[in-house]
């Protein structure tokens, strides 16, 4: 009878199932029939499509994927145009912001027409779908999560991401919900089957009359005991098998039971609460999209206090009613089975459960000891803190190029025997979770590399002694890091800010706690506390470092993270002193100002101050009384070392007025010290060279106030040290006339060089001094005799390999002179004397030729200076200053040039080629300037140079670049020396103008990689000033760089907005644009919208950003025809031959401007 039973019921189960899921189709169904048509058979469903891919209409998603499914399936799947609609779709509902607005009942049938249609981007849609719902979930209002969950549940969506995302909201909300939405609810879990206990919870929030879910508790054990012959039904036992099975309840039950005799003649005494009458019929509620079924107060769940549910059936059946229960009622009677296990009777296999328990006991007790031992054998093979042993390069080659994050810090011979600080392996467990090792490496042994034995400190340019502590990728250049002073906390987070920049929000996590360092690194605490157990920590590690070494490895170059915290604030000042100047309100001082212009004049190369200079002398360009004068000394000192040559010599001029009209005042105060008057000095020794001693900047005062200064230095310079007296003749370099005339100031300088000479022990305390006199070459000119002869003496003083120290420095000058009476000039033949003399002649001469040739003459006579050039040329300087002059001459030949001309400048390049070791590097970049002026692209020059320039400034690289461009030369040695020079970190020392220019001469040379261009504008949006708009040159060199790499935007990433934000600068400026400049930045922008992936980002551009795109394109300098420098030179070397012969041809038409 059982099985029977049990049989019939597992049938009824399928059947209803079936019926269930049929009721789905039909609901699908009916909405397909309910939605809107927009074309079906025809092709307006897919120019529909078309339309709704460029312009996404999420209204129109249901709709439209259900007329797809109308369609013939193979034909509709291979269609390129769905595949736009659906990745258009992806990309879109990706925001919940755009499924808000259509109903829940939409968004689920939505889900389930994407999964019918059988495309892989109709599946990725609906995952898409339920993982923006489900991650919304906890941002919404009950209402709408519990329309989610009954709409889902209706269409039969089963994606557990969801339901467990709705199990967790519906747990943890605090929202009152009516008795309706309960019941709902939990028949939406029920039917999705998802194992969540949930349903007390929900009950007891949501009963109208506040009882909680114990109240509930409470009233399930306290149902009346069913009387004696009734029919009940085996509910929430333990033992699944025996639930459903219908018995009568008999007399003679133990105390807080009841005795059940089952149909099998088996006796149970089972507990009240889980017994129920046999007229209790299962309650199966559906709630519409947009408002809950309405439950009727007769039914429910169950009744409580009654023990028992009325239902619309009046008699019992048992075959009907166990055999026709449904799957979901299963699920959902297996589910309170769970909730009241406690109810349940003991299980009957207790042996099965003693051997679990067995077992639990047995992991636990040889589970530590198994745990400790693998874990002691991992940090044996794999410690916290690698102590990488001296001159293994393989071990530091992983470390810095293995593709890897590491935290290394730098060792020497005696830390590294040392316990590593606690500082560091306290980051070493924060790192590890993260995947970043930490290494200890000696930084300072040398190492075998392909260029020979070379320490780290050498190959990356870091200091040359500890403490230095520096982050890796894995690949590129380190980053230095700043660790004095940091926990172990701060010193990860700076670690995973630099290794990962994308996780650099973990800095956030490590915020100020008690007992912790706040914002400024001091303790947040009373002053005079300190925890016992910082003291202990701190006692620890100062006996575990060894004497001499404590901390050594925690310090490190700030430089990198200065200069973007410098740049914050000082565009921050910036914009405070801008408001000040509008609005006055003695929130900023003068005092604020000069300490701001000495610290950025002491450092003027850490960021760029030109914005700073022009906005302060605006502001103080009528407010120099504010400042004292020796402030204001002090301020035009460090003001000049922020400026560029030139470029401020007007606000330099009235600054000096103004110090020479308190000079009595000052003089009087005695506030005149050396260091002041060397300042001043400065000032006045560039101003005179900017203005070239003419007005308006150059008057009577400022001569009469250098006079002023140099008569009290006079004085003074007798107490000047020797780099102080070296400044002063750099500064005071001046012709032998300005010391002629200022003989006190020269005989004051001779005779404090002679007593440095005989008080110091060491020369090298002079060198500085002696290589500064041969600046001032008509100083030892105007010296009398008696002057020169002290000075031979002081020298003659020192031994003797002092004295040939000073005969090396002084050798060609006229400074020789105090060496004459040393052995080596007695030693010296007629024969040298004769050569000396020989090629002083030729020297001579050959700068009489330079002389003679800067004057006006034609090209014609280019031949002649070339010729005299080869010949009177001995040293490769000669050689170098002779192509200088002749390459504009060769670029105005052009195309003119004879055969001569181009041999003999082809020799001139070969003899700089073969001396290019001993030429500086600017000297190699002169030359190659001057070959690509003249349009001579001389290869081993070239190549030559390359070699000899592995180590140049980042300015000298780009100039270089350039030259190469000029010429198209793309020489295989190229590639490798620009990435040599980004792997050491060049870009970091230009501006944003030279960082374009790199990037445009590079992708002229097709040199750079796509990692290379993207590298260079990171770096060039960091450095962009957003105060001073970019100039036209500028952008537009950015801007030709990217069209010719084929740049195309990042997903996700604002580079695209800063390039339209730089064209929006340029067009609010109304600066003019020159014809090539507007055309570059027109080719840029039809190049990014040609390719489908950068007009996609250049569609989320804001409208006004995209309006200034458009300008772009539509300007009408821009359409202009371009022409070639060549063709204009062709151009008019033509015209010059007709109106030499006299005669002009009426078809050739010479144009009026450049570009007709």
Same mark, same amino acid.
């Given at each position: 009878?059982?099985?029977?039973?049990?049989?019939?019921?597992?049938?009824?189960?399928?059947?209803?199932?079936?019926?269930?899921?049929?009721?789905?189709?039909?609901?699908?169904?009916?909405?397909?029939?309910?939605?809107?048509?927009?074309?079906?058979?025809?092709?307006?469903?897919?120019?529909?499509?078309?339309?709704?891919?460029?312009?996404?209409?999420?209204?129109?998603?249901?709709?439209?994927?259900?007329?797809?499914?109308?369609?013939?399936?193979?034909?509709?799947?291979? %269609?390129?145009?769905?595949?736009?609609?659906?990745?258009?779709?992806? &990309?879109?509902?990706?925001?919940?912001?755009?499924?808000?607005?259509?109903?829940?009942?939409?968004?689920?049938?939505?889900?389930?027409?994407?999964? =019918?249609?059988?495309?892989?981007?109709?599946?990725?849609?609906?995952?898409?779908?339920?993982?923006?719902?489900?991650?919304?979930?906890?941002?919404?209002?009950?209402?709408?999560?519990?329309?989610?969950?009954?709409?889902?549940?209706?269409?039969?969506?089963? %994606?557990?991401?969801?339901?467990?995302?709705?199990?967790?909201?519906?747990?943890?909300?605090?929202?009152?919900?009516?008795? =309706?939405?309960?019941?709902?609810?939990?028949?939406?879990?029920?039917?999705?089957?998802? #194992?969540?206990?949930?349903?007390?919870?929900?009950?007891?929030?949501?009963?109208?009359?506040?009882?909680?879910?114990?109240?509930?508790?409470?009233?399930?054990?306290?149902?009346?005991?069913?009387?004696?012959?009734?029919?009940?039904?085996?509910?929430?036992?333990?033992?699944?098998?025996?639930?459903?099975?219908?018995?009568?309840?008999?007399?003679?039950?133990?105390?807080?039971?009841?005795?059940?005799?089952?149909?099998?003649?088996?006796?149970?005494?089972?507990?009240?609460?889980?017994?129920?009458?046999?007229?209790?019929?299962?309650?199966?509620?559906?709630?519409? %999209?947009?408002?809950?079924?309405?439950?009727?107060?007769?039914?429910?769940?169950?009744?409580?206090?009654?023990?028992?549910?009325?239902?619309?059936?009046?008699?019992?059946?048992?075959?009907?009613?166990?055999?026709?229960?449904?799957?979901?009622?299963?699920?959902?009677?297996?589910?309170?089975?769970?909730?009241?296990?406690?109810?349940?009777?003991?299980?009957?296999?207790?042996?099965?459960?003693?051997?679990?328990?067995?077992?639990?006991?047995?992991?636990?007790?040889?589970?530590?000891?198994?745990?400790?031992?693998?874990?002691?054998?991992?940090?044996? &093979?794999?410690?916290?803190?690698?102590?990488?042993?001296?001159?293994?390069?393989?071990?530091?080659?992983?470390?810095?190029?293995?593709?890897?994050?590491?935290?290394?810090?730098?060792?020497?011979?005696?830390?590294?025997?040392?316990?590593?600080?606690?500082?560091?392996?306290?980051?070493?467990?924060?790192?590890?979770?993260?995947?970043?090792?930490?290494?200890?490496?000696?930084?300072?042994?040398?190492?075998?590399?392909?260029?020979?034995?070379?320490?780290?400190?050498?190959?990356?340019?870091?200091?040359?002694?500890?403490?230095?502590?520096?982050?890796?990728?894995?690949?590129?250049?380190?980053?230095?890091?700043?660790?004095?002073?940091?926990?172990?906390?701060?010193?990860? &987070?700076?670690?995973?800010?630099?290794?990962?920049?994308?996780?650099?929000?973990?800095?956030?996590?490590?915020?100020?706690?008690?007992?912790?360092?706040?914002?400024?690194?001091?303790?947040?605490?009373?002053?005079?506390?300190?925890?016992?157990?910082?003291?202990?920590?701190?006692? #620890?590690?100062?006996?575990?470092?060894?004497?001499?070494?404590?901390?050594?490895?925690?310090?490190?170059?700030?430089?990198?993270?200065?200069?973007?915290?410098?740049?914050?604030?000082?565009?921050?000042?910036?914009?405070?002193?801008?408001?000040?100047?509008?609005?006055?309100?003695?929130?900023?001082?003068?005092?604020?100002?000069?300490?701001?212009?000495?610290?950025?004049?002491?450092?003027?190369?850490?960021?760029?101050?030109?914005?700073?200079?022009? %906005?302060?002398?605006?502001?103080?360009?009528?407010?120099?009384?504010?400042?004292?004068?020796?402030?204001?000394?002090?301020?035009?000192?460090?003001?000049?070392?922020?400026?560029?040559?030139?470029?401020?010599?007007?606000?330099?001029?009235?600054?000096?007025?103004?110090?020479?009209?308190?000079?009595?005042?000052?003089?009087?105060?005695?506030?005149?010290?050396?260091?002041?008057?060397?300042?001043?000095?400065?000032?006045?020794?560039?101003?005179? &060279?900017?203005?070239?001693?003419?007005?308006?900047?150059?008057?009577?005062?400022?001569?009469?106030?250098?006079?002023?200064?140099?008569?009290?230095?006079?004085?003074?310079?007798?107490?000047?040290?020797?780099?102080?007296?070296?400044?002063?003749?750099?500064?005071?370099?001046?012709?032998?006339?300005?010391?002629?005339?200022?003989?006190?100031?020269?005989?004051?300088?001779? #005779?404090?060089?002679?007593?440095?000479?005989?008080?110091?022990?060491?020369?090298?305390?002079?060198?500085?001094?002696?290589?500064?006199?041969?600046?001032?070459?008509?100083?030892?000119?105007?010296?009398?005799?008696?002057?020169?002869?002290?000075?031979?003496?002081?020298?003659?003083?020192?031994?003797?390999?002092?004295?040939?120290?000073?005969?090396?420095?002084?050798?060609?000058?006229?400074?020789?002179?105090?060496?004459?009476?040393?052995?080596?000039?007695?030693?010296?033949?007629?024969?040298?004397?004769?050569?000396?003399?020989?090629?002083?002649?030729?020297?001579?001469?050959?700068?009489?030729?330079?002389?003679?040739?800067?004057?006006?003459?034609?090209?014609?006579?280019?031949?002649?200076?070339?010729?005299?050039?080869?010949?009177?040329?001995?040293?490769?300087?000669?050689?170098?200053?002779?192509?200088?002059?002749?390459?504009?001459?060769?670029?105005?030949?052009?195309?003119?040039?004879?055969?001569?001309?181009?041999?003999?400048?082809?020799?001139?390049?070969?003899?700089?080629?073969?001396?290019?070791?001993?030429?500086?590097?600017?000297?190699?970049?002169?030359?190659?300037?001057?070959?690509?002026?003249?349009?001579?692209?001389?290869?081993?020059?070239?190549?030559?140079?390359?070699?000899?320039?592995?180590?140049?400034?980042?300015?000298?690289?780009?100039?270089?670049?350039?030259?190469?461009?000029?010429?198209?030369?793309?020489?295989?040695?190229?590639?490798?020396?620009?990435?040599?020079?980004?792997?050491?970190?060049?870009?970091?020392?230009?501006?944003?103008?030279?960082?374009?220019?790199?990037?445009?001469?590079?992708?002229?040379?097709?040199?750079?990689?796509?990692?290379?261009?993207?590298?260079?504008?990171?770096?060039?949006?960091?450095?962009?000033?957003?105060?001073?708009?970019?100039?036209?040159?500028?952008?537009?060199?950015?801007?030709?760089?990217?069209?010719?790499?084929?740049?195309?935007?990042?997903?996700?990433?604002?580079?695209?907005?800063?390039?339209?934000?730089?064209?929006?600068?340029?067009?609010?400026?109304?600066?003019?644009?020159?014809?090539?400049?507007?055309?570059?930045?027109?080719?840029?922008?039809?190049?990014?919208?040609?390719?489908?992936?950068?007009?996609?980002?250049?569609?989320?551009?804001?409208?006004?950003?995209?309006?200034?795109?458009?300008?772009?394109?539509?300007?009408?300098?821009?359409?202009?025809?371009?022409?070639?420098?060549?063709?204009? #030179?062709?151009?008019?070397?033509?015209?010059?031959?007709?109106?030499?012969?006299?005669?002009?041809?009426?078809?050739?038409?010479?144009?009026?401007?450049?570009?007709?």
């Amino acid at each position: 009878m059982t099985t029977c039973l049990r049989t019939l019921r597992f049938g009824n189960c399928l059947l209803k199932l079936a019926v269930r899921n049929a009721a789905a189709t039909s609901a699908v169904q009916s909405l397909r029939s309910s939605l809107p048509r927009t074309g079906s058979q025809d092709a307006g469903l897919w120019d529909v499509l078309e339309y709704n891919s460029h312009y996404f209409n999420p209204h129109r998603m249901a709709p439209l994927l259900a007329q797809v499914l109308e369609e013939p399936r193979s034909e509709a799947r291979g %269609d390129a145009r769905l595949h736009a609609y659906l990745q258009k779709a992806i &990309a879109s509902c990706q925001l919940y912001h755009n499924l808000q607005l259509i109903t829940c009942k939409e968004t689920a049938a939505a889900i389930t027409f994407c999964r =019918q249609v059988g495309h892989p981007a109709a599946e990725e849609l609906s995952d898409v779908i339920v993982a923006t719902v489900s991650e919304e979930l906890s941002r919404l209002d009950m209402r709408r999560v519990s329309f989610y969950i009954t709409a889902f549940a209706k269409y039969n969506i089963e %994606d557990s991401r969801f339901w467990k995302s709705a199990a967790r909201v519906v747990a943890n909300t605090s929202e009152p919900m009516s008795q =309706q939405v309960l019941v709902s609810l939990m028949d939406a879990f029920r039917k999705s089957g998802v #194992k969540q206990e949930i349903a007390a919870d929900m009950e007891g929030r949501a009963s109208d009359d506040g009882s909680s879910s114990e109240g509930f508790k409470a009233d399930t054990e306290s149902l009346e005991e069913p009387p004696c012959g009734s029919l009940v039904v085996l509910v929430g036992l333990r033992q699944v098998e025996l639930n459903g099975l219908v018995g009568t309840v008999e007399e003679g039950g133990p105390e807080g039971r009841v005795a059940v005799r089952l149909g099998s003649g088996q006796n149970l005494a089972v507990r009240p609460g889980n017994l129920r009458l046999a007229e209790v019929d299962a309650f199966d509620a559906d709630l519409n %999209d947009d408002s809950p079924a309405a439950l009727s107060e007769d039914a429910g769940l169950r009744a409580r206090k009654t023990g028992a549910c009325h239902c619309t059936r009046s008699s019992f059946d048992p075959l009907n009613q166990y055999g026709g229960r449904s799957n979901s009622e299963a699920t959902f009677e297996e589910e309170y089975a769970r909730a009241n296990k406690d109810l349940d009777e003991e299980p009957a296999n207790l042996q099965q459960r003693k051997t679990w328990l067995s077992l639990i006991f047995l992991v636990l007790i040889v589970g530590p000891a198994m745990a400790t031992f693998f874990i002691t054998a991992k940090d044996w &093979a794999d410690p916290l803190v690698r102590v990488v042993p001296p001159g293994d390069s393989k071990q530091v080659q992983d470390i810095f190029f293995g593709g890897n994050a590491w935290l290394v810090s730098c060792v020497t011979s005696k830390t590294a025997a040392a316990k590593a600080p606690s500082v560091l392996q306290g980051a070493a467990e924060l790192l590890r979770p993260r995947g970043v090792r930490v290494a200890r490496v000696h930084c300072w042994e040398p190492l075998e590399t392909k260029k020979g034995l070379r320490s780290l400190a050498q190959r990356f340019g870091f200091r040359d002694k500890p403490p230095v502590v520096m982050a890796t990728r894995g690949q590129g250049s380190p980053t230095l890091l700043a660790a004095t002073g940091l926990r172990a906390e701060a010193l990860a &987070a700076k670690v995973l800010a630099a290794v990962i920049p994308e996780e650099s929000a973990t800095l956030k996590a490590y915020t100020v706690r008690e007992g912790s360092q706040g914002r400024s690194g001091n303790r947040v605490e009373r002053v005079g506390k300190r925890p016992a157990e910082q003291t202990e920590e701190a006692t #620890k590690d100062d006996a575990e470092a060894p004497p001499g070494h404590v901390d050594e490895e925690e310090e490190v170059n700030l430089d990198l993270d200065r200069e973007e915290a410098v740049r914050v604030l000082l565009t921050q000042w910036l914009l405070r002193l801008r408001k000040e100047k509008e609005n006055p309100t003695g929130a900023i001082s003068v005092q604020q100002i000069l300490s701001l212009a000495v610290s950025l004049g002491l450092n003027p190369e850490l960021v760029n101050t030109a914005v700073f200079a022009r %906005d302060v002398a605006a502001y103080l360009s009528n407010r120099l009384d504010l400042l004292r004068t020796e402030e204001l000394i002090v301020f035009l000192w460090a003001f000049r070392r922020l400026v560029l040559s030139q470029s401020s010599t007007a606000f330099l001029s009235k600054g000096l007025h103004k110090v020479h009209q308190q000079w009595r005042l000052l003089v009087a105060s005695a506030e005149l010290s050396v260091q002041r008057l060397v300042q001043l000095s400065d000032v006045l020794s560039c101003v005179k &060279a900017e203005a070239k001693s003419r007005a308006p900047y150059w008057t009577d005062k400022l001569e009469e106030l250098q006079e002023l200064v140099i008569q009290d230095l006079t004085e003074s310079v007798q107490y000047c040290q020797p780099e102080v007296l070296a400044e002063i003749l750099e500064m005071w370099a001046g012709t032998q006339e300005f010391w002629q005339s200022h003989g006190d100031f020269a005989q004051a300088i001779t #005779k404090r060089m002679e007593e440095l000479l005989l008080e110091c022990i060491d020369l090298q305390e002079v060198v500085g001094l002696l290589q500064a006199a041969l600046a001032a070459p008509g100083l030892i000119s105007t010296l009398p005799v008696s002057g020169v002869k002290a000075l031979q003496a002081a020298v003659l003083t020192r031994n003797d390999e002092d004295v040939e120290r000073v005969q090396a420095i002084f050798a060609g000058s006229t400074w020789e002179v105090l060496c004459q009476g040393a052995p080596a000039r007695e030693m010296s033949g007629a024969s040298t004397a004769d050569n000396s003399s020989t090629a002083e002649d030729k020297a001579s001469k050959f700068q009489a030729l330079l002389s003679a040739w800067q004057q006006p003459r034609t090209d014609l006579e280019l031949v002649q200076f070339l010729r005299d050039a080869t010949t009177l040329c001995n040293e490769p300087v000669e050689v170098l200053q002779a192509l200088e002059a002749a390459a504009p001459f060769a670029e105005r030949l052009a195309a003119g040039a004879t055969a001569e001309v181009l041999q003999l400048l082809e020799k001139l390049c070969q003899s700089i080629a073969q001396a290019a070791p001993d030429l500086t590097a600017d000297q190699l970049g002169g030359a190659l300037q001057a070959c690509a002026v003249a349009g001579l692209p001389h290869a081993p020059l070239f190549s030559a140079a390359l070699d000899c320039m592995t180590e140049t400034s980042a300015t000298r690289a780009v100039e270089v670049l350039e030259s190469f461009a000029k010429l198209r030369l793309a020489l295989p040695e190229l590639l490798p020396w620009l990435r040599m020079l980004l792997e050491e970190g060049a870009e970091r020392q230009l501006s944003a103008n030279g960082l374009a220019r790199l990037l445009a001469a590079a992708a002229r040379l097709g040199i750079v990689e796509a990692s290379g261009v993207d590298h260079i504008l990171k770096r060039l949006l960091t450095v962009a000033s957003p105060i001073r708009p970019m100039s036209p040159e500028t952008l537009a060199a950015v801007c030709l760089g990217l069209t010719l790499t084929n740049w195309t935007p990042r997903a996700g990433q604002s580079d695209l907005w800063e390039v339209a934000r730089w064209l929006r600068s340029i067009k609010r400026a109304k600066e003019s644009q020159a014809p090539q400049h507007a055309t570059v930045l027109r080719n840029f922008v039809l190049r990014l919208l040609m390719s489908p992936s950068s007009r996609e980002a250049a569609s989320e551009l804001s409208p006004e950003l995209q309006e200034v795109m458009v300008d772009v394109v539509c300007s009408a300098s821009a359409q202009r025809r371009v022409v070639s420098d060549t063709t204009l #030179k062709f151009r008019h070397e033509a015209a010059e031959v007709l109106r030499t012969a006299g005669q002009r041809w009426p078809e050739i038409r010479l144009p009026h401007a450049q570009g007709s």
